[in-house]
């Protein structure tokens, strides 16, 4: 029941293109008819050859028990002529044209299917990749990047492959079946039922060969994801790995994490190889029934002659066909459930609920964004990353939050944009709850400069008007003009037209922080969040990037986490964290006369005497 639950929702993703579904069906119903008519001429052609005379020339009557002979009758006045030779030629024709459109019908359907296959993992693809994009930040946090990779790419060309080639077999080789069975049944009644009487005891160990399959494809898939994962974590620290020498060990985690997976596709390649050996054995004893039987029916004369016989073996030989291929679609099946779970869970997994922005969407921002009472523990634990927290952020000022790492600062500012939500109390801005605002309306208030600065392959231009989109050139330049980004970008090769490379890898860390900012300033958000910008820069580059600070929040309302004490001296206020609590809050000077917790961090940043 529940693999027929997942298929449903699998082959869903099909009705979208039923004009082509019809299409298929129908070609596979006329290859089906001329397959199993060029077999039937097949038989024919040893009749002609061989004992012209035997064949009726009464028309049999129209019942179950004269029906071969009533085909029989029919095949012969179509063939029939004076010579024999030119009966013998009209076979051959007949053979030649029915196996030229069998194969002509063969090559549509695959033109097909090949264009059901191609829509339909573009638009799984599609929809996991915008799905993925709605997906909470706390999600991503506990999953890793590589898997996410492996399930859009290969996972669901998994789905895909075993959607549309069983979809269309599911209708082609049933049908296979049933006409040949259906003609079995009509040359011998008898016959046809002592041999599939052995059919249950294949479809019970088809059943078995499934269930193992399944459960191998679903580790195989894992590992897979394991792979890429591995891979992407290893192409992204590149650096890091040459910088440590870490090159054998990353090599020898990948190597060993390849043997795993070429271990489980092994094992599970070696379950699903089994249902084809076991089909041929049936099929042989299948065949030693039938010849011993049948050929007793034929040396005796018993009613059933040697043309019945040879078209009998011939239909029942194409009947292997297509059941054997029926084991290879319960294995595929199998696997493409497997996928199927790992991608239902994505698609299952709860998302934000991101509208499309609108004007007038972002909350009115006048007065304050006030902290009430906030208490945060991340999803699945129990320990408070904060505990009563309250403050407020008057507009127009700014606030600076400092502390110990892990004192709970960072996500401070992951809770403003609702990356993760609070367990307790209220965010306000201007009295209205932050849970009750649009996320694509809160989440456009506010403009976020990172440590880790998010660029993208792409051209100088279009990473500062990232957030911005059709913003004009000339305000793009003003933008970087302000970041003091200008005087570098000019000197690039293309400049504003110049390609960055991957995460802005041809750039200096102060150069993608001042883009950043660049950015940030072109979107001229209400409210700025500034999380340690300028903590792993060289000197010259913290000068200048502060510089650009200083222009971004200028006659705005930031939000500040610095490590650096002399980024923050002239901020409003500044909040002192220490496990999750606010211990110390004022001025620069305030604090610094305070003598407790900053002026013990003041103190060792600046132990060589300088003083700010």
């Known amino acids: 029941m529940k693999n027929l639950k997942l298929y449903r929702r699998m082959i869903s993703y099909l009705s979208a293109y039923w004009p082509w579904i019809t299409l298929s069906v129908l070609l596979s119903f006329l290859v089906v008819n001329f397959e199993a008519l060029s077999l ?41 002529r004076e010579n024999p030779l030119d009966s013998l030629k009209l076979v051959c024709l007949l053979m030649a044209a029915t196996f030229l459109a069998k194969n002509v019908l063969i090559y549509g359907k695959s033109l097909v299917m090949a264009t059901l296959n191609l829509n339909v993992v573009k638009d799984l693809r599609n929809q996991l990749q915008r799905h993925a994009l709605k997906l909470p930040v706390s999600w991503y946090d506990r999953s890793k990047s590589g898997a996410i990779i492996s399930i859009i790419l290969n996972d669901a060309a998994s789905i895909n492959a075993s959607m549309t080639s069983t979809f269309d077999r599911l209708f082609v080789e ?28 294949l479809g019970i160990l088809i059943a078995a060969v499934g269930k193992a399959v ?108 297509p059941l054997k291929a029926l084991t290879t679609i319960t294995n595929t099946l199998q696997s493409g459930f497997a996928a199927a779970d790992r991608v239902f869970a994505v698609l299952d997994a709860p998302v934000e609920p991101l509208a499309e922005p609108v004007p007038g969407a972002t909350p009115p921002f006048t007065r304050s964004i006030e902290f009430s009472h906030v208490t945060f523990a991340y999803p699945g634990t129990d320990t408070e990353v904060l505990r009563d927290l309250s403050f407020t952020v008057r507009k127009g000022s700014i606030v ?62 279009n990473n500062i008007s990232y957030g911005s989109p059709g913003a004009p050139r000339d305000l793009v330049i003003e933008a970087a003009r302000a970041a003091n980004a200008l005087e570098f970008i000019e000197k690039m090769p293309l400049g504003f037209d110049t390609m960055i490379g ?26 700025l969040i500034l999380d340690e910008a300028t903590s792993s820069l060289d000197t010259e580059s913290e000068l200048l990037v502060q ?36 211990t110390e809050q004022g001025s620069h000077a305030e604090l610094l006369a305070l003598g407790k917790r900053y002026k013990y961090f003041y103190d060792i940043q600046f132990a060589t005497g300088e003083r700010q």
């Not at 009726?56 to 029919?74: I, M, R, V």
């Open 547 to 582: 510089s650009a600070i200083n222009n971004l929040i200028a006659n705005r309302t930031a939000i500040v986490v610095a490590h650096r004490l002399s980024t923050i001296r002239h901020a409003d206020t500044i909040l002192v964290l220490e496990e999750g609590r606010i």
């Open 214 to 321: 399944r459960r191998r494809s679903k580790r195989v898939l894992e590992h897979m994801a394991g792979l890429v994962s591995i891979l992407h974590e290893t192409i992204v620290g590149i650096r890091a790995v040459k910088m440590f020498n870490m090159h054998l060990i990353e090599a020898e985690k990948f190597r060993g994490e390849n043997r795993r997976f070429i271990h489980h596709s092994f094992r599970s390649t070696a379950v699903g190889a089994v249902s084809s050996p076991l089909t041929e054995v049936l099929g042989v004893v299948v065949v030693i029934i039938l010849l011993w039987y049948g050929g007793r029916q034929v040396l005796r004369a018993d009613g059933f002659g040697a043309e019945d016989f040879v078209r009998f073996l011939i239909f029942l030989f194409s009947t292997f066909t």
């Open 40 to 80: 039937w001429f097949g038989a024919s052609l040893l009749q002609t050859l061989f004992d012209p005379s035997a064949v009726e020339t009464a028309k049999p009557s129209f019942t179950l028990a004269g029906l071969n002979g009533l085909l029989k009758y029919h095949t012969w006045r179509l063939i029939r």
């Open 502 to 527: 991957e995460r802005g890898v041809m750039l200096s860390g102060g150069q993608r922080q001042r883009l950043s900012i660049a950015r940030a300033l072109l979107r001229n958000p209400p409210v």
């Open 174 to 201: 049933p049908m296979r079946v049933i006409f040949f069975i259906t003609l079995l049944l009509i040359i011998n009644v008898k016959l046809t039922l002592v041999i599939f009487v052995i059919f249950p005891l």
């Open 400 to 461: 600076a939050l400092v502390g110990s790492s892990g004192a709970g600062k960072s996500t401070v500012l992951d809770l403003l944009p609702r990356f993760y939500d609070i367990t307790g109390g209220a965010i306000l801005i201007d009295g209205v709850d932050i849970r009750d605002c649009t996320l694509t309306g809160l989440r456009h208030l506010f403009g976020i400069v990172a440590q880790e600065t998010v660029l993208f392959n792409d051209t100088v231009c």
